[in-house]
T-cell receptor, first 112, second 112 residues
Framework: DAGVIQSPRHEVTEMGQEVTLRCKPISGHDYLFWYRQTMMRGLELLIY????????DSGMPEDRFSAKMPNASFSTLKIQPSEPRDSAVYFCASSLIGNWAFFGQGTRLTVV | SQQGEEDPQALSIQEGENATMNCSYKTSINNLQWYRQNSGRGLVHLILIRSNEREKHSGRLRVTLDTSKKSSSLLITASRAADTASYFCATDARAAGNKLTFGGGTRVLVKP
């Protein structure tokens, strides 16, 4: 397995634009997590899914953020409209229940 | 607030010395996990210790867990310059729907 795959690796966009981040989890994993990492706030859990169903989205900062998992092999995190304070590294991770998580390489988002 | 909190926030040691970092958490857990992050990369799991375990080893790594004190420690023995990274603890709590939440991390610098 190639591990958790995120795309794009880097994204630079203008304020107000829509941004879509993509994640392919490891096949067979039943949990998928989206995290955001900044120097100021550290690693924040935004939302996580179990068997494609969102379980807890209390970490999603605003209604501008949305996440979907239409099937077991794909998830998206969308920001619309984007703002400069959304600039961060966004990580996707997947796991089997009760086991450690495997992280993707992250998407570095810069909103100018 | 974050479930796990690491201490210290930063650590600087000479190659060959041991490095110890601690993690405290607030609620009952299924397991506690330690991860490493090199600059600009995703997190990589190191050790997972379950709530009924007290100590675990992996190579030069030793993890302890004290559920009565809600704390864990990670010891890196005979450190190497390549151990320079940030180290994070994460808790998996069944009461929180198996949410995996991370602390702020400890930045370790190993000087050659």
């Amino acid at each position: 397995d190639a591990g958790v795959i995120q795309s794009p690796r880097h994204e630079v966009t203008e304020m107000g634009q829509e941004v879509t981040l993509r994640c392919k989890p490891i096949s067979g994993h039943d949990y998928l997590f989206w995290y955001r990492q900044t120097m100021m706030r550290g690693l924040e859990l935004l939302i996580y899914f179990n068997n494609n169903v969102p379980i807890d989205d209390s970490g999603m900062p605003e209604d501008r953020f949305s996440a979907k998992m239409p099937n077991a092999s794909f998830s998206t995190l969308k920001i619309q409209p984007s703002e400069p304070r959304d600039s961060a590294v966004y990580f996707c991770a997947s796991s089997l229940i009760g086991n450690w998580a495997f992280f993707g390489q992250g998407t570095r988002l810069t909103v100018v | 607030s974050q479930q796990g909190e690491e201490d210290p926030q930063a650590l600087s040691i000479q190659e060959g010395e041991n490095a110890t970092m601690n993690c405290s958490y607030k609620t009952s857990i299924n397991n506690l996990q330690w991860y490493r992050q090199n600059s600009g990369r995703g997190l990589v799991h190191l050790i997972l210790i379950r709530s009924n375990e007290r100590e675990k080893h992996s190579g030069r790594l030793r993890v302890t867990l004290d559920t009565s004190k809600k704390s864990s420690s990670l010891l890196i023995t005979a450190s190497r310059a390549a151990d320079t990274a940030s180290y994070f603890c994460a808790t998996d709590a069944r009461a929180a729907g198996n949410k995996l939440t991370f602390g702020g991390g400890t930045r370790v610098l190993v000087k050659p």
